[in-house]
């Protein structure tokens, strides 16, 4: 694999201050970009998205500094490597602080970008089950991207030390959410099912891309609904979606098998074209 590079605030380095309230309290919010030829894609969506994590954190000017942060990544990185292709990380922290929640008077974001070069080529995912670990409801940041991770890096850890590539994880009543790092689809007949993330979930730039308008371009109604027994029983197919893979294709989980590909073979070859949005 070929060497990554992070920059802090601007310029190449791989150190953060112990004080960082990114690192000490998770105080801050972060965007997976995908890069081709040093383009992000989907960027504005991205940087809406960001926007909406730094105004629930109550950063200053959330909004305009999102969309600053993500112009200023991408020239960062093209200035540094040319025509890039990978993975971008944009992380923003509220920067350094004292001790305890409280935060500084005098805020000062830091911006901590990491590049992994290449993009991999996923297959189906091998068969999936569903994790013991449930999402942690939070209306209050329905949506948003912010750094606390703990629940997805231990349902991911949990399936993968039981053979599984990934895992569905649940809301609190059992019902199916996401993997741990993407939206849920299915589909049943001509109707794609995906679940709300009013109350837990991340509102996915690819899923908010499927329903804008890929559906309906390609035929398909959409219900933003809890996914029941029924549904899950009854699906022809299932994928799940983020910035990095586009779509991938979920062939079982558990005693569930989705044996066809048509939707997300179609999705697939539309939604890498959201470059400009």
């Known amino acids: 694999m070929a060497a990554e590079t992070f920059w802090v605030d601007g310029v190449v380095n791989t ?3 112990p004080d960082d309230r990114g690192l000490c309290l998770a105080d801050g919010a972060f965007e997976t970009l995908r890069v081709e030829s040093g383009v992000i894609s989907c960027k504005r969506r991205h940087a809406k998205r960001l926007g909406r994590g730094l105004e629930v954190l109550n950063f200053p000017e959330p909004n305009p500094t999102a969309l600053k ?24 922290t509220r920067g350094s602080g004292p001790r305890g929640y409280k ?11 990491r590049f992994s070069p290449g993009l991999a080529n996923f297959d189906a995912l091998a068969p999936l089950t569903v994790s013991r670990v449930r999402w942690s409801s939070q209306p209050f940041f329905r949506g948003c991207k912010l750094l606390a991770r703990t629940e997805q890096v231990v349902a991911l850890e949990e399936a993968r030390g039981r053979g599984f590539s990934d895992a569905i994880m649940c809301d609190a009543s059992g019902s199916w959410v996401s993997t741990t790092s993407g939206n849920l689809f299915l589909r049943v007949g001509d109707r794609f099912i995906t679940p ?14 499927i329903l804008d308008h890929w559906a309906q371009m390609l035929g398909y109604q959409v219900s933003i609904r809890k996914i029941s027994s029924d549904d899950i029983a009854s699906a022809q197919e299932a994928w799940c979606c983020n910035s990095v893979v586009g779509i991938r294709r979920i062939a079982a989980v558990d005693q ?22």
């Open 15 to 17: 150190e953060v201050p």
């Open 69 to 92: 942060r993500v112009d200023e990544a991408e020239a960062i990185l093209n200035n540094t490597i040319p025509q890039a292709t990978g993975t971008l990380r944009l992380t923003l």
């Open 103 to 113: 935060v500084p008077e005098r805020q000062k974001p830091r911006c901590i970008l």
């Open 196 to 209: 709300p993330v009013d109350e837990v979930g991340i509102a996915g730039t690819r899923r908010e891309a």
């Open 256 to 277: 569930f098998t989705f044996t066809e590909m048509t939707a997300s073979d179609a999705l697939s070859a539309c939604i890498h074209r959201e470059k400009a949005l």
